[in-house]
């Protein structure tokens, strides 16, 4: 196999998955060609899969680029940054990495609630400036009994909610649609769904639907007291709608793995103590990466070898 | 009962100061200087019947000798290692504290920890409001879910910790001076094998004689170069030197703090370590805990002064 072009379309981040990549096949980074525009037509016939993450997949204009095109697969859950609708056109595959990252995005949404709640990283950073020998800290918000409410009650929304239960958390939740058999409280709409807790998660896909999900109506009803959490993709929410709810405190806190316009991260968010700002670590540990990295070359060896694919999505 | 005197060890929480100031004869320990304390517990002996402390600033028998009418102290606090139970004991006095209300908090704070050094929530936090994201990702974590976790000490604090912990798929094992038949959990009846056995170290038992230091150079050798240890007992559960050079020396891979031998002194090595995290005592500090606390607190001592049963007594 080593003859068939990958198109490696995110920034080559992991050095296992590039690795394992080159072993196999002759890769190329997109990332490290100068002239994009002459690479993509030299090379027009012979890449027949792209790998892209949660930054940069495989869009309608790149897929029009390369007409031999057989599969992508992404280092990721999320597909927002493919387009689906071209992919089943042209009859390209493509694959994710669901399952084995729900664990550690899951674990990150606790980690933020409770890090925003508690106030963890404001307390250790008082610890280390030395502040604690003049004073305690003050008091911050008990987590344990409080309200979650979930957008999304797939694999990860519902491995939130479990963790949360543990946490004595009444659950509730928006989603497309009701899901039966499940224990916790159907809201029928968002703001219903923020009016109604005190903490507010986002795990839903990003889908032209979502997009903007939680928008000034959404941060108003979850009010002064409550807190946002976005684990899902910066576009969920309206950042300066979010950012100047933050700022006039008519939003009570937020635990952000996400934004926008990734790495760039609101500046007036950096003087907040009742925020915390992660770089989109939601699957970044040693573990979940390598098994994120062996199903994207698990699926792109299946598709090449005419074997069912691992993860299909199309 | 605004008679009675109750000394008050030092400033804990501005609701417990002023419902006993609008309840009691109240003394502030802290307001004298230190050179005129003698002085004023003798000019004040009479009046002073109860006294409340919290787990920074005990009752040692010095302070029970000086105060012979005292009958009660009630503690703003669950652990009680800074009273002196034995002479308490001996003098009739009755001792309360504050379990149960601060059991959630303590037992959050805790998963907090583990989650905050695992996944490097402090450090990630610094790297996005310092501007480095724009050079480059941040790099790899390690994982939770799953990993074993050993806890020392399976009582109230304990169990809530196990509970939380089970929901992130997590195998539980535990350390305590008895086995608890009821419990579902894998027991060792030494702290040395349960360090052996597990990724994450959690001490939540009492401070007593017998667990001073219980997390000493061969426990945390046997926790390992993998292992972290999280501590919301107390200072004196770890031996502190021995944990700094651990960790220094990449012999512990992090530890997640919210107490130490000597508060609020913070071992200086510690405050550049990125695989640590430091908290200043706030296992039960946020305002709905506290509020229960100070309640409790002053139950105690209504029950006690209205000759009613105590809810919460230790002896």
């Given at each position: 196999?080593?003859?068939?072009?990958?198109?490696?379309?995110?920034?080559?981040?992991?050095?296992?998955?590039?690795?394992?990549?080159?072993?196999?096949?002759?890769?190329?980074?997109?990332?490290?060609?100068?002239?994009?525009?002459?690479?993509?037509?030299?090379?027009?016939?012979?890449?027949?899969?792209?790998?892209?993450?949660?930054?940069?997949?495989?869009?309608?204009?790149?897929?029009?680029?390369?007409?031999?095109?057989?599969?992508?697969?992404?280092?990721?859950?999320?597909?927002?940054?493919?387009?689906?609708?071209?992919?089943?056109?042209?009859?390209?595959?493509?694959?994710?990495?669901?399952?084995?990252?729900?664990?550690?995005?899951?674990?990150?949404?606790?980690?933020?609630?409770?890090?925003?709640?508690?106030?963890?990283?404001?307390?250790?950073?008082?610890?280390?400036?030395?502040?604690?020998?003049?004073?305690?800290?003050?008091?911050?918000?008990?987590?344990?009994?409080?309200?979650?409410?979930?957008?999304?009650?797939?694999?990860?929304?519902?491995?939130?909610?479990?963790?949360?239960?543990?946490?004595?958390?009444?659950?509730?939740?928006?989603?497309?649609?009701?899901?039966?058999?499940?224990?916790?409280?159907?809201?029928?709409?968002?703001?219903?769904?923020?009016?109604?807790?005190?903490?507010?998660?986002?795990?839903?896909?990003?889908?032209?639907?979502?997009?903007?999900?939680?928008?000034?109506?959404?941060?108003?009803?979850?009010?002064?007291?409550?807190?946002?959490?976005?684990?899902?993709?910066?576009?969920?929410?309206?950042?300066?709608?979010?950012?100047?709810?933050?700022?006039?405190?008519?939003?009570?806190?937020?635990?952000?793995?996400?934004?926008?316009?990734?790495?760039?991260?609101?500046?007036?968010?950096?003087?907040?103590?009742?925020?915390?700002?992660?770089?989109?670590?939601?699957?970044?540990?040693?573990?979940?990466?390598?098994?994120?990295?062996?199903?994207?070359?698990?699926?792109?060896?299946?598709?090449?070898?005419?074997?069912?694919?691992?993860?299909?999505?199309? | 009962?605004?008679?009675?005197?109750?000394?008050?060890?030092?400033?804990?929480?501005?609701?417990?100061?002023?419902?006993?100031?609008?309840?009691?004869?109240?003394?502030?320990?802290?307001?004298?200087?230190?050179?005129?304390?003698?002085?004023?517990?003798?000019?004040?002996?009479?009046?002073?019947?109860?006294?409340?402390?919290?787990?920074?600033?005990?009752?040692?028998?010095?302070?029970?000798?000086?105060?012979?009418?005292?009958?009660?102290?009630?503690?703003?606090?669950?652990?009680?290692?800074?009273?002196?139970?034995?002479?308490?004991?001996?003098?009739?006095?009755?001792?309360?504290?504050?379990?149960?209300?601060?059991?959630?908090?303590?037992?959050?704070?805790?998963?907090?920890?583990?989650?905050?050094?695992?996944?490097?929530?402090?450090?990630?936090?610094?790297?996005?409001?310092?501007?480095?994201?724009?050079?480059?990702?941040?790099?790899?974590?390690?994982?939770?879910?799953?990993?074993p976790?050993g806890?020392v000490?399976?009582?109230?604090?304990?169990?809530?910790?196990?509970?939380?912990?089970?929901?992130?798929?997590?195998?539980?094992s535990?350390h305590?001076?008895?086995?608890?038949?009821?419990?579902?959990?894998?027991?060792y009846?030494n702290i040395v094998d349960l360090a052996k056995n597990c990724s994450i170290l959690v001490v939540?038992?009492?401070?007593?004689?017998?667990t001073?230091h219980i997390v000493n150079r061969e426990v945390i050798d046997a926790l390992g170069p993998r292992g972290i240890l999280i501590n919301?007992?107390?200072?004196?559960h770890v031996d502190e030197p021995e944990l700094v050079s651990a960790l220094l020396e990449g012999r512990l891979a992090g530890a997640?703090l919210?107490?130490?031998?000597?508060?609020?002194?913070?071992?200086?090595?510690?405050?550049?370590l990125?695989n640590v995290?430091?908290?200043?005592?706030?296992?039960?500090?946020?305002?709905?805990?506290?509020?229960?606390?100070?309640?409790?607190?002053?139950?105690?001592?209504?029950?006690?002064?209205?000759?009613?049963?105590?809810?919460?007594?230790?002896?």
């Amino acid at each position: 196999m080593e003859s068939i072009s990958v198109l490696m379309t995110c920034p080559p981040v992991h050095p296992y998955l590039v690795e394992a990549l080159e072993k196999r096949f002759t890769l190329h980074k997109l990332d490290s060609v100068p002239d994009k525009p002459q690479f993509l037509s030299s090379h027009r016939d012979s890449i027949r899969a792209v790998v892209g993450n949660a930054a940069a997949g495989a869009d309608a204009e790149l897929i029009d680029q390369l007409p031999k095109l057989e599969i992508v697969s992404s280092y990721s859950v999320g597909l927002d940054k493919i387009d689906l609708a071209k992919c089943k056109e042209k009859g390209i595959r493509v694959t994710n990495t669901p399952d084995v990252l729900t664990d550690d995005v899951a674990d990150l949404a606790l980690g933020l609630m409770l890090a925003v709640l508690r106030r963890l990283c404001e307390s250790d950073r008082y610890v280390r400036s030395g502040l604690w020998k003049k004073g305690d800290y003050k008091l911050t918000t008990k987590f344990s009994g409080k309200t979650v409410g979930i957008i999304g009650l797939g694999r990860i929304g519902m491995a939130i909610a479990q963790r949360a239960e543990a946490f004595s958390c009444p659950i509730s939740y928006f989603s497309r649609s009701q899901k039966p058999g499940i224990n916790y409280k159907y809201h029928p709409s968002v703001v219903d769904l923020a009016a109604n807790c005190d903490i507010l998660v986002v795990a839903c896909a990003l889908t032209p639907e979502t997009r903007h999900i939680i928008n000034r109506e959404v941060i108003d009803a979850l009010g002064p007291k409550g807190v946002l959490i976005n684990i899902g993709r910066g576009p969920h929410v309206d950042e300066a709608e979010l950012v100047s709810a933050l700022v006039e405190g008519r939003l009570g806190g937020a635990g952000l793995d996400v934004f926008q316009d990734e790495p760039n991260v609101p500046e007036e968010l950096f003087k907040l103590e009742n925020v915390v700002l992660l770089p989109h670590v939601g699957s970044g540990t040693v573990e979940t990466r390598q098994a994120m990295a062996d199903l994207v070359v698990g699926n792109l060896e299946a598709h090449f070898l005419n074997k069912p694919l691992l993860t299909p999505v199309v | 009962m605004e008679s009675i005197g109750v000394l008050l060890m030092c400033p804990m929480y501005s609701y417990l100061e002023q419902e006993l100031q609008s309840r009691f004869n109240l003394f502030k320990l802290w307001q004298q200087p230190p050179s005129k304390i003698t002085e004023f517990l003798k000019s004040n002996q009479r009046t002073i019947k109860a006294v409340v402390s919290n787990a920074r600033v005990g009752v040692d028998a010095q302070l029970i000798d000086s105060l012979p009418n005292l009958e009660i102290v009630a503690s703003f606090s669950v652990g009680f290692d800074k009273i002196d139970l034995k002479r308490c004991e001996e003098k009739g006095i009755r001792v309360t504290n504050t379990p149960d209300v601060l059991t959630d908090d303590v037992a959050d704070l805790g998963i907090a920890l583990i989650l905050a050094v695992l996944r490097k929530i402090c450090p990630c936090d610094g790297f996005v409001r310092s501007g480095k994201w724009k050079d480059g990702d941040f790099g790899l974590s390690t994982k939770f879910s799953s990993k074993p976790v050993g806890i020392v000490g399976l009582g109230r604090i304990g169990s809530a910790i196990a509970k939380r912990a089970q929901a992130f798929g997590c195998s539980i094992s535990y350390h305590s001076r008895t086995q608890k038949p009821l419990k579902p959990y894998k027991y060792y009846d030494n702290i040395v094998d349960l360090a052996k056995n597990c990724s994450i170290l959690v001490v939540a038992c009492s401070l007593t004689d017998e667990t001073r230091h219980i997390v000493n150079r061969e426990v945390i050798d046997a926790l390992g170069p993998r292992g972290i240890l999280i501590n919301v007992g107390r200072g004196a559960h770890v031996d502190e030197p021995e944990l700094v050079s651990a960790l220094l020396e990449g012999r512990l891979a992090g530890a997640g703090l919210d107490v130490y031998e000597d508060e609020p002194e913070v071992p200086e090595p510690l405050l550049r370590l990125d695989n640590v995290v430091l908290l200043p005592h706030v296992g039960s500090d946020t305002v709905e805990t506290c509020n229960a606390m100070a309640d409790l607190v002053l139950a105690n001592l209504e029950a006690h002064f209205n000759s009613r049963p105590l809810p919460t007594p230790v002896i």
